[in-house]
């Protein structure tokens, strides 16, 4: 009797451990089926197969970096020629090196940078550059510490400065024709010149803080009378010295010849605190001012 108890036993185990299995099994067939057999899809929506892809989500999608070097050796291999670049991108790097003045002196705007210079000065670029340097050179002038005796002097350039010459150089490429003293001096003559509406209201705020105002141009003492003049009708008035290039100055380059006269400024006393001019020969050299500003002028370059 105990024995065939036993036997009983072990049939009802092995009927247990066979349906346990069987419901083990049935997920994973379940599983494998829906793999197999497609979905159908839910009433009334899109049956097109980028919607039911979208609507999986099983992975994102692998994140691709491209690297500046491989950017460069598609566009034409990255020799350091610069051909590589589109020429409104090297054009632009072109003013850039004449702002900073990375240029070896250069006589006239290269021809494929023609347009480049064009668009930029008759466009907002340049009359914001023009406002910033106008803006930043004015919150120094507030902050100077003057010396309350009559002795600070602030320093402008003329040309491209004060006044503008871009109606000339409308007419000559904006830099793009070798300069023409003759036919320069001839639009001097004409004494119509624009005022740079940002540095006319620096001149009037430097003025009006109790500083001495020199302009020193690299004009011909023979356009003294044109150019007082026309910066008078362009509303700059009551500057306490002009200073025009000499007979004796004619050989001298700009840097050499404004450094001497800023040599005598200080030798009669003056203290310059302030430069503003758009070449670096205004700005550089001896008897440097405490602050210079360079103003933007990518059509021409004068040692």
């Not at 379940?30 to 899809?41: L, M």
């Not at 070896?104 to 550059?129: I, K, L």
């Not at 205004?282 to 103003?295: I, P, Q, V």
Request: charged share 25%.
């Amino acid at each position: 009797m105990a024995r065939h108890r036993g036997g009983g036993d072990l049939v009802h185990l092995l009927l247990m451990l066979l349906l346990a299995a069987a419901l083990l099994l049935a997920p994973a067939a379940a599983e494998t089926e829906a793999e197999v057999a497609p979905t159908a899809p839910a009433q009334g929506a899109s049956e097109e197969p980028e919607a039911a892809a979208a609507q999986q989500q099983l992975l994102p999608r692998p994140l691709v970096i491209e690297l500046p070097s491989a950017a460069a050796s598609e566009l034409g291999g990255g020799d350091g020629s610069g051909d590589e670049f589109p020429p409104e991108v090297r054009c632009a790097s072109w003013r850039l090196a004449a702002e900073a003045n990375n240029l070896e002196p250069w006589g006239a705007v290269p021809a494929e940078c023609a347009a480049h210079v064009r668009d930029y000065v008759t466009g907002t670029a340049y009359r914001s550059d023009l406002e910033l340097v106008a803006r930043e050179s004015a919150a120094y002038a507030r902050a100077a510490p003057l010396g309350g005796d009559g002795r600070d002097a602030w320093v402008f350039d003329v040309d491209e400065t004060l006044l503008s010459n871009l109606p000339y150089y409308a007419d000559h490429g904006y830099g793009l024709e070798l300069f023409d003293h003759h036919k320069f001096d001839e639009w001097v003559e004409r004494g119509e010149a624009p005022a740079i509406p940002s540095s006319l209201k620096l001149y009037k705020e430097v003025r009006e803080l109790g500083f001495k105002i020199f302009l020193l141009t690299g004009r011909s003492e023979g356009h003294q009378a044109v150019t007082v003049d026309n910066l008078k009708k362009q509303g700059f008035h009551d500057w306490d010295k002009l200073i025009l290039r000499a007979a004796a100055d004619r050989k001298k380059t700009a840097t050499t010849y404004k450094s001497e006269k800023r040599k005598e400024m200080e030798a009669e006393g003056y203290r310059i605190l302030g430069n503003s001019g758009d070449q670096w020969s205004d700005l550089l050299g001896s008897s440097m001012s405490a602050r210079s500003f360079k103003l933007p002028n990518p059509m021409y370059y004068i040692p």
